[in-house]
């Protein structure tokens, strides 16, 4: 028969465990809502338009895949292709059903979060790769997962 003082001892083990693994996932959960409300904000407020906030905000790895995907002549130092966080629309289909707002973000896994969002009236789905480094969020990668403007052109093609 195990003594009072052992049960009182793994009793107290189980609880801080459980605490430990509460705060965990409060740590988890708190990042899932920071990273939301970064994505929500970097794109409703065009943010990915503004190259102090994309030096800021991006890893040198970010930085120069968007310096590469820079289309046109760079003539004032960094120029950065922030139009990869939108879709590949350049005018509006109809602002008034869908006005440019990201609709949905949620967490993929291994850091990766993917927003839905209107884009000139048109749909997109996009993953950004985050890093948290103390109280700033860093955008490692992206990938696009939807482009109803790609698609739409697609059919065209086909």
């Known amino acids: 028969m195990k003594s009072p003082f052992f049960k009182a001892m793994c009793v107290a083990a189980l609880v801080a465990l459980c605490g430990i693994q509460s705060s965990a996932k409060a740590t988890t959960e708190q990042r899932e809502q920071l990273a939301a409300q970064f994505i929500t904000n970097m794109y409703n407020n065009y943010l990915y338009e503004d190259y102090d906030f ?5 890893t040198q790895s970010m930085l120069q895949v968007l310096a590469e995907n820079y289309d046109y002549d ?3 130092g960094d120029c950065y292709a922030g139009w990869m966080f939108r879709t590949d629309t350049q005018d509006s289909a109809s602002d008034d059903e869908h006005p440019n707002a990201v609709v949905a973000v949620k967490s993929v896994g291994d850091g990766w979060y993917e927003y839905e969002f209107y ?3 048109f749909r997109g789905v996009t993953r950004l790769k985050l890093l948290f480094d103390g109280d700033t969020i860093m955008i490692d990668d ?15 093609e086909d």
């Open 54 to 58: 994309l030096k800021a905000h991006c």
């Open 74 to 76: 760079c003539d004032d």
């Open 119 to 121: 884009d000139g009236g």
């Open 142 to 156: 992206l990938e696009k997962v939807y482009d109803e403007v790609r698609e739409k052109y697609k059919e065209l």
